[in-house]
């Protein structure tokens, strides 16, 4: 069924459709989200815990693919994960001509950068790019699209 003040609804309110039979254009059927079950949960009590759990999806990575990278943005948890790349690892940080919105994260990513031996990039940001990813990336999701979405769209299309 097509009821897009629920689909916009729920989209605000969760980042998805938590609904499988509600759509938000007619021939667009969005991709059902299911939570990770109970079972498949990883249980962490300590730091420690975290550590290991982290550095082990980080290997596995590293099994999988002989480079990975991250988006980086200066806070504190892409900060925290850049500390479990390889040196020479890329990390990409988003910037604009158009404010200094992005200023301080560019800087702390620079830090960040330099402590971990990463390969800093920026990935310049503008209204171009919103027009030309934005019915990219939702007709992928059947959805509608987060402001963050398109930029970490052209952030793929550039590491890739």
């Known amino acids: 069924m097509i009821n897009k003040d629920f689909c916009l609804s729920s989209y605000i309110a969760y980042r ?24 498949k949960r990883i249980k962490v009590t300590t730091s420690n815990d975290i550590d290991h759990e982290i550095q082990k999806q980080f290997d596995q990575l590293y099994q999988k693919y002989s480079r990975i990278g991250i988006l980086l943005s200066g806070g504190q948890d892409s900060a925290i994960l850049a500390s ?24 702390r990513a620079k830090k960040y950068c330099n402590k971990y031996h990463l390969c800093h990039h920026l990935i310049d940001i503008n209204f171009d790019d919103y ?3 934005t019915p990219i990336v939702m007709k992928k999701k059947c959805a509608p699209v987060h402001s963050i979405e398109p930029q970490i769209y052209k952030a793929a299309v550039m590491a890739k």
Request: proline content about 6%.
């Open 84 to 107: 479990y790349l390889k040196p020479g690892s890329n990390a990409y940080t988003f910037s604009t001509k158009l404010s200094d919105v992005y200023n301080d994260d560019i800087e």
């Open 16 to 39: 998805y459709i938590y609904k499988d039979d509600f759509d938000f254009y007619k021939g667009m059927h969005h991709e059902l989200l299911q939570p990770i079950p109970t079972k």
């Open 131 to 133: 027009k030309k990813y």
